[in-house]
């Protein structure tokens, strides 16, 4: 009844949201992250020159196929954890924080890089279209890119406009950004269907490059599926704001990641459709693509500009523009929900953690738009040495997830799951190491400068690992040697490569006679790599020391606990000893009066004046109960002290396990609280329900210790005029495996404590294996309660009716075996 009614409220508060997304905008999310300005120059740039118009459309469809694996094991991820940090969350709660924190800097550097890219296409797009409209305030030059404040001030501009819209739109933005997603869709398909109507299928000729292996372009391009695709597992990290199932999800990803792969194959083909007419064919034409001028330079606009001229340019630009707007604007989300997680989980100032009403973190969007200003100041090139990064970063997170998912399938028997885990993490491996290595992808490989600022990147993110690190309270970072070995391996390799890649270069250059310097010039170069390397291994060298300073500490403090935990347990077997004396002279005294009782009820004389009332003899059989529990338990602490927790924790705990009666059972529970219950004009009942099997085998003392506990925290917490409710049903049959290994009968039972006391806030409830207090709330007997059942093993769960301070359903679960 309970999670009916929470479902219930859950719906009611999903509805009166504004800020929660439809199928529809969740498809448009994913899209536009996944799908930007690159979708427009690429194909001219590096698809059809690597592996022509059959050969992409072929690597597309591929990168298609593999890319729904990566996504189904992203949305499986989404099913189980309903969290807005996306991967970083999945691998915090399966792998550990050390390597939340690298996927959380990778996902970041590559979604800032695909956000950057896009705001500063509006400079390339302008240059194109307008010639030097903007190209005024000359600044300086970097790789060749001529900085204008011109251009500068239009890029900020369009920076803080989208900014301040993805901070504070509201439910604008929202729709704004499903609009520019189905125009930017629409617009495409339109362009492409119309351009066919025109020019037919002749330019298409050869299908592929023809100086090298088909097999091999279509690999080539197959491995940049990374790049192209990188952003549609977006929609993660706004699980939160989903108004539908999330088993939903797959198909909403699946068909963002269809209309993606469909954008890249027709921009790709129109690229070739209406070719200049002084070229006989394509290969002719984007051989000499880069030493053309104007619109021949673009071989998409130059197709579309000679069709259908200035309408048809018109309609392809409204398709960039939107196709801009949309990834701005789901970027700029998508970042600031991991920068909120970050905050979230204390890796990051808590400043980030602010939200507006309707759940925006408008402080780490703001962030994201402040940095963002300093990119255009960077020049063009740069950020594009910085996207190619990318592929290899895009790879990691890919595995992550994809090794998450088969951990959770693993951990749920699932093997389709596992299947696909593994599947997804293979191909990771191949995105990962294919774009690496220099000269084996057809084009593919990444630019000199690119390895650099993967390198760098990788050391400023250890920096800031090492920072978390050493102000962690919380011990939480510092546990996985693995993460350390990767951030060193990603350090080294990428450095490594970068001065190979140079070395090269100049060497070329000198052989050509183009470079005169001298050998400190290639020294200055070797001491960069090495200084990187050092720096990370002077980090990971105080790490390990300041863990094994840690560990010492805690060797320490273990010992202590030790000693404190031996003296405690001595202390209580003595005091036991010395209760147990003056116990038993209680229960002496006791039972002889119970046989006075006896003896005075079978006597025959009527109207005795010393008859004992039958009241004071239903008393001392309530005492009488109470003595024999309390010697239970002396005699259990002379026997054992207090080592049932150390013996559980180190699973060597041994039950008494014998028949029992549930009914029997019950009833002691009930004749022990009956009368202190009636007395603070309390209601107490305690029955079973469909009892079919009432005889078990189970640790009766314990199981008793169980209700006494959780009966006494309900009685103490609950008014006068309320009600404490006890009952037992059994569930339904189950095969249990005893301690010999034997498979046998068993069933499983649930017990509802129900009260009417106040309810144990969430978070309190969270820690009810802690004894601890919190705001007058003694978890204490509860405490005891959960270590019973679990030795028991079976659990215990708390519940309360959302948005209610009143009433709290405990419920244990135990699977136990059946008595002859």
């Not at 890319?67 to 499986?76: K, Q, T």
């Not at 978390?468 to 970072?477: A, L, P, Q, S």
């Amino acid at each position: 009844m309970l999670k009916k009614l929470e479902g219930v409220l859950l719906y009611m508060d999903n509805h009166t949201r504004t800020s929660l997304l439809s199928p529809l905008h969740v498809w448009a999310l994913s899209l536009g992250c996944a799908v930007g300005w690159g979708a427009f120059m690429v194909p001219a740039n590096l698809f059809i020159p690597t592996a022509g118009p059959l050969g992409t459309t072929i690597a597309m469809a591929i990168s298609t196929a593999l890319l729904l694996v990566i996504g189904a094991n992203f949305c499986r991820l989404a099913e189980k954890y309903h969290d807005d940090g996306g991967i970083v969350a999945y691998v915090r709660n399966l792998i550990g924080h050390d390597h939340a924190f690298l996927a959380a800097w990778i996902l970041l550097i590559a979604y800032l890089s695909i956000l950057w890219a896009n705001a500063t296409a509006n400079v390339l797009l302008a240059r194109f279209l307008l010639g030097d409209f903007l190209s005024w305030g000359y600044l300086y030059t970097i790789a060749d890119f001529d900085i204008y404040f011109g251009e500068v001030a239009a890029t900020w501009l369009f920076i803080i406009f989208f900014g301040l819209l993805a901070g504070y739109g509201g439910r604008l933005l929202k729709y704004f950004n499903t609009f520019c997603a189905i125009v930017f869709f629409l617009s495409v398909v339109v362009l492409y269907i119309a351009l066919v109507k025109e020019t037919g299928m002749y330019t298409y000729y050869p299908a592929f490059q023809y100086y090298t292996n088909p097999a091999m372009q279509v690999f080539s391009m197959v491995m940049l599926a990374p790049w192209m695709f990188f952003g549609f597992e977006a929609v993660t990290h706004a699980c939160d704001d989903f108004n539908f199932s999330h088993q939903k999800l797959f198909p909403i990803v699946t068909a963002a990641v269809l209309a993606g792969g469909l954008i890249y194959i027709l921009l790709a083909d129109m690229a070739v459709m209406a070719i200049p007419p002084e070229f006989s064919s394509w290969t002719s034409y984007i051989a000499q693509r880069p030493n053309l001028e104007g619109l021949a330079g673009l071989p998409v606009f130059h197709s579309v500009y000679a069709v259908f001229g200035y309408n048809g340019l018109g309609l392809l630009c409204v398709s960039i523009a939107t196709a801009i707007m949309t990834s701005l604007m789901g970027l700029y989300r998508t970042c600031g929900r991991l920068l909120h997680f970050m905050g979230r989980s204390e890796v990051l100032p808590a400043w980030f953690t602010h939200k507006t009403s309707d759940e925006t973190p408008c402080n780490a969007i703001l962030f994201i738009m402040l940095i963002s200003l300093l990119i255009p100041l960077l020049g063009r090139v740069s950020i594009v040495w910085l996207c190619d990064v990318i592929t290899v970063v895009g790879s990691i997170a890919y595995g992550y997830a994809s090794y998450c998912a088969y951990l959770l399938a693993k951990k749920e028997d699932d093997k389709r799951g596992q299947t696909l885990g593994l599947i997804g993490l293979f191909i990771s491996c191949l995105f990962f190491f294919c774009p690496l290595l220099p000269g084996l992808l057809l084009g593919g490989s990444l630019d000199t400068e690119s390895y650099l600022m993967l390198s760098i990147w990788s050391l400023i993110g250890f920096a800031y690992y090492w920072y978390v690190f050493k102000h962690d309270t919380h011990n939480r970072f510092g546990h996985s040697t693995s993460m350390c070995i990767m951030i060193l391996f990603l350090n080294f390799f990428s450095n490594s490569i970068w001065l190979r890649q140079v070395m090269e270069q100049r060497l070329q250059e000198a052989a050509a006679g183009n470079f005169h310097a001298d050998y400190s010039v290639l020294a200055t170069d070797s001491f960069v790599q090495m200084a990187m390397i050092l720096i990370v291994l002077l980090l990971m060298a105080n790490i390990f020391i300041t863990l094994k300073r840690r560990e010492r500490s805690m060797t320490e403090t273990l010992r202590q606990q030790h000693a404190v935990n031996h003296a405690q347990n001595t202390y209580l077997r003595n005091l036991a000893h010395d209760i147990r004396i003056p116990m038993e002279a209680a229960q002496t005294s006791v039972h002889h009066s119970l046989e006075n009782c006896t003896i005075c009820s079978a006597c025959p004389e009527e109207n005795c004046p010393r008859r004992i009332p039958d009241r004071l003899s239903n008393c001392l059989g309530q005492l009488d109960n109470h003595t024999q529990y309390l010697m239970q338990l002396i005699n259990d602490m002379l026997a054992k002290g207090s080592k049932d927790m150390g013996d559980a924790e180190a699973g060597t705990f041994e039950l008494d396990t014998a028949p029992m009666d549930w009914r029997r059972t019950l009833q002691h529970i009930k004749d022990i609280f009956a009368l202190q219950l009636q007395d603070k004009n309390i209601f107490f009942e305690v029955y079973p329900i469909e009892l079919a099997h009432p005889n078990v085998l189970c640790d009766e003392q314990r199981l008793e210790r169980i209700l006494i506990n959780l009966v006494s925290n309900a009685c103490e917490f609950t008014p006068a005029g309320g009600g404490v409710m006890v009952t037992l049903m059994e569930k339904e049959a189950a095969t249990i495996l005893n301690h010999q290994g034997q498979t046998v009968r068993g069933a499983v039972y649930e017990i509802h404590v129900n009260d009417s006391g106040a309810a144990i806030p969430p978070d309190v409830a969270a820690h009810i294996a802690e004894p601890f207090e919190v705001e007058g709330t003694n978890l204490g007997g509860i405490c005891i309660a959960k270590m019973l059942v679990s030795l028991l093993g079976g659990t215990l769960a708390i519940s309360t009716a959302p948005g209610q301070s009143i009433g709290k359903d405990i419920v244990v679960t135990l699977n136990l075996p059946l008595a002859e």
